[in-house]
């Protein structure tokens, strides 16, 4: 497994592919080498960049998107894997200019400071929704648990969770 | 970013993905979620000249078969086992096991095949080699083990960090393995080499195609933990599966299965442990007598920082309440009967 061939491998030219996508309900045809991953490509050759790319070894979560309704973390899913997918990103969220209801909840709810991490945070949170729209406290933090932040202390994020599924709790002023 | 090109081709069917191996020879390897090859590729601990990839083969959702045993499909994502209905009733330790896995993304994308075919890991291994000089120790080609310099420089180290293999251990699974000359069946205990460098016995060309647990005894009863200083998205400490079935009087063990996992380079059962519970009466003492020997015999690597005696000393006690758990599982069932 560890063995390479520096030789072999400059030889070896791996051949785009051309890939169609069908990205926040728009079909888009791209050509990709193997090698690019899927937040590359949704954002250098999409051009959304609201994903983001941080760890890009699945551990921070803020790629997430949702990949036929599944949540996946973009930066270990090869581009070329995803023809004829549906990806939804954070800017497929939104209805024009409108917010989606998770999203005003973030902002009611203090849920973003920097908000590196907040795209992967509402794309994770919308496939909990979509699949439980009740979740308890518990339920939510086992479903961000693959989002890392390192501002918000993540209660804000779980209450904004918790307000856009229906269940507010008091805000405290 | 994958700093290197390699090609990628689909495979439509296991068969088919086997005959690719077999012409591809030993620069190829199989895709199927990705969580752990591609962030080895990414840091070239893997650079493989093709990737075969499985999406496109049919899986099938977990089916109770005639004799009442349970397949699973290789390909079954570790969420959608999370979430089976037949998973959760029939083999809910292995819906929590499916459950302690990485993160929420993790479980959605990777497989039980892929949680069980992983690479060991180790802190010096998968360290970040591309930006920083790190001489490379024997699993990358160098000449000594570095994390343990004075042992023999032909032992590899690392740990196999699996979850799932320890339930599936403790449960008595059996694997469907996809050759080129067929299939071979084979026990879950002999898919792991116990050697770091190369911890599987697959062969170059075979596909880890099924999973098949054979169906529950009475009397029986589970246990599972993760030990994990966060709670989510790591890797475990150490990992405690254990299977009890009890005698008819519900005091004495009938057997006993225990599979301990993240302790060595392979997940491993615990014989002394076992041979001290089965046939004897489970009191307390008894349970904390099994726990520190299946410890000790156990003998753990120091992993991810954990001291070799903190690892031992959490084994002593998760293992104990492991056997616990098992045991009022096993008497809660024998009431419901």
């Known amino acids: 497994m560890l063995r390479s061939d520096p030789q072999a491998r400059a030889a070896l030219k791996a051949p785009a592919q051309v890939v169609s996508l069908r990205v926040n309900g728009e079909w888009r045809e791209i050509a990709v080498k193997p090698r690019v991953t899927l937040v590359e490509a949704i954002r250098d050759l999409v051009g959304l960049t609201g994903t983001k790319a941080s760890c890009e070894s699945g551990t921070c979560g803020a790629c997430t998107v949702l990949l036929d309704g599944r949540p996946v973390v973009s930066c270990l899913t090869l581009a070329v894997a995803c023809d004829g997918m549906e990806v939804r990103t954070v800017e497929g969220l939104t209805d024009g200019e409108k917010l989606s209801a998770l999203q005003e909840a973030f902002l009611e709810y203090g849920a973003v400071q920097c908000g590196f991490c907040t795209p992967g945070m509402l794309m994770s949170a919308t496939a909990l929704l979509e699949r439980d729209p009740k979740p308890d406290r518990e339920t939510i933090n086992k479903a961000l648990e693959g989002n890392l932040c390192r501002c918000t202390g993540y209660n804000g994020i779980v209450d904004a969770v918790l307000a856009a599924s229906g269940q507010t709790r008091p805000r405290k002023e | ?337």
Request: hydrophobic residues 40%; proline residues 6%; contains cysteine.
């Open chain 2, 1 to 337: 970013m994958i700093l290197f090109d390699f090609g990628y081709e689909r495979a439509a069917t296991a068969e088919e993905a086997v005959a690719r191996l077999a012409r591809l020879g030993d620069d190829a390897r199989l895709l199927a979620g990705g969580t752990d090859l591609l962030p080895n590729m990414r840091a070239e601990l893997a650079m493989p000249a093709t990737l075969v990839s499985l999406e496109g083969i049919a899986c099938e959702p977990p089916r109770a078969l005639a004799d009442g045993s349970i397949r699973i499909d290789a390909l079954t994502r570790l969420a959608d086992l999370e979430r089976a209905p037949l998973i959760a009733e029939r083999l809910p330790m292995l819906a929590a096991a499916a459950r302690a896995v990485g993160s929420h993304q993790i479980r959605e994308m990777g497989t039980i095949g892929g949680n069980l075919c992983q690479e060991t890991r180790c802190l010096y291994l998968n360290q970040r080699h591309d930006y920083q000089f790190a001489p490379p120790c024997f699993k990358r080609g160098g000449e000594c083990c570095y994390p343990f310099p004075r042992n023999k420089s032909d032992v590899c180290w690392s740990v196999h960090m699996s979850d799932v293999a320890p339930a599936l251990i403790a449960l008595d699974a059996s694997l469907e393995i996809l050759g080129a000359g067929g299939t071979r069946r084979a026990g879950i205990e002999d898919l792991f080499s116990g050697s770091g460098l190369r911890p599987l016995t697959l062969g170059p060309a075979e596909l880890l195609r099924s999973v098949t647990v054979a169906p529950r005894p009475a009397r029986w009863g589970w246990g599972f933990h993760k030990s994990t200083v966060r709670g989510g998205l790591e890797y475990g400490m150490s990992v405690c599966a254990v299977a009890l079935r009890l005698e008819p009087d519900g005091r004495t063990c009938a057997e006993a299965r225990i599979a301990l996992g993240a302790v060595r380079e392979r997940p491993l059962r615990s014989p002394k442990a076992e041979s001290l519970l089965a046939g004897s009466v489970l009191d307390p003492a008894r349970l904390t007598q099994a726990a520190t020997a299946g410890a000790a015999e156990a003998n753990p690597l120091p992993h991810h920082g954990f001291t070799k005696r903190h690892l031992s000393d959490n084994l002593k006690i998760y293992l104990r309440r492991t056997l616990e758990q098992a045991l009022s599982r096993a008497r809660e069932e024998e009431g419901a009967c």
